[in-house]
């Protein structure tokens, strides 16, 4: 019931070490584990810790909002760089901004577009970072949800020059409510990541790390992300059949093998801010693919969220997204429909 660490409850991040290393192939000891609540505070984190107000950041196009909001309160200028189904274009990266100070990358499941980054550019990018000094953070939001095929290694695993800042949370894996996540820091970052916790809040909540302690050292962890994988693949599975049968002309679905969300293309001239809000209106929350994106997107698109929807319920969104869809197509184009 007392203070306690600024970098968190010592068994807990223990029991964090352990499972990184064992699922993650994180190269870590607890001291360099500290406990933030969720992503985006680690996020910010590091970007108070590691960056300049005015220094170049790469961030993935298009990319995690969240990333945009933290990176820009630190004062720092985002340079969007393409992703294909590699991951991150390093290469376009370098011919953009050959001196970034750092780079956001979800290398396990891109966000939103789902890619899984490549070996060959996994290396490229470690092997740009230890050149130019620069700092590459990992953000390992969902990495535990690949349906059909085992979670691959972390990014962090392969660097050999400690130019890695890992960041995980509890929010996808367990529930956000619970706003408990960490960061892995390089050895000679922990002082420094150290005392930008103590400015900001002294320590994490300690009871709740206590709790979650227990709960991975006891295996129900484990127990708990085997039985979600299943039920997550399960409602992946409904989601692109009820698209393929209900939209297969309207909505055009990306890379739905992992996670908790998948994005789907709309048609040429559809805007997804408008498909948005018609589809609130119509009882159904998505959010346009125009929101992760720092420039004009080439195509307008929608991304879907099925991890907190059973089947019945997304076969329901669906007939009502396109619903929605159509009704907009109707205002914009009169009576006639693709079919």
């Known amino acids: 019931m007392a ?102 990358v979800t290398p396990s499941h891109q966000y939103p577009l789902g890619a899984t980054m490549s070996v060959a550019r996994r290396i490229q990018l470690l092997n740009w970072a230890s050149r130019t000094g620069a700092w590459i953070i990992e953000d390992d939001y969902d990495s535990e949800f690949r349906q059909g095929i085992r979670p691959i290694a972390s990014l962090q695993s392969l660097d050999s020059d400690a130019r890695v800042i890992y960041v995980g949370t509890f929010s996808k894996a367990l529930f956000p409510a619970l706003r408990v996540g960490y960061v892995v820091v390089p050895t000679d970052l922990i002082r420094a990541f150290s005392t930008a916790r103590d400015a900001m809040d002294i320590f994490p909540p300690t009871l709740s790390q206590a709790v979650l302690a227990d709960f991975i050292q006891e295996d129900h962890f484990s127990r708990h992300i085997r039985r979600m994988r299943v039920l997550y693949a399960e409602r992946c599975n409904a989601l692109v059949e009820a698209l393929q049968t209900e939209m297969g002309d309207l909505l055009e679905v990306v890379n739905g093998e992992a996670g908790m969300h998948l994005v789907g293309l709309l048609p040429t001239g559809l805007k997804d801010v408008g498909v948005s809000r018609k589809a609130a209106e119509y009882g159904v929350s998505v959010m346009p693919l125009s929101n992760c994106c720092l420039e004009r997107p080439s195509r307008s698109g929608l991304v879907l969220g099925y991890g907190a929807a059973d089947q019945l319920q997304i076969q329901q969104g669906v007939l009502k997204l396109k619903a929605a869809v159509e009704a907009l197509m109707r205002t914009a184009t009169g009576p006639a429909l693709p079919r």
């Open 3 to 104: 203070y306690g660490s600024q970098m968190g409850y010592g068994p807990f991040r223990e029991a964090i070490a352990q499972y990184l290393r064992l699922v993650r192939g994180v190269r870590c000891e607890p001291k360099q584990v500290m406990v933030v609540s969720g992503s985006q505070q680690a996020l910010y984190v590091s970007a108070r810790v590691l960056l300049n107000p005015g220094e170049r950041v790469w961030i993935e196009e298009p990319g995690y909002p969240g990333a945009h909001v933290a990176f820009g309160a630190a004062d720092c200028r985002l340079i969007p760089v393409p992703v294909d189904a590699e991951g991150l274009d390093v290469n376009e990266g370098i011919r953009r901004c050959r001196g970034a100070r750092a780079v956001y």
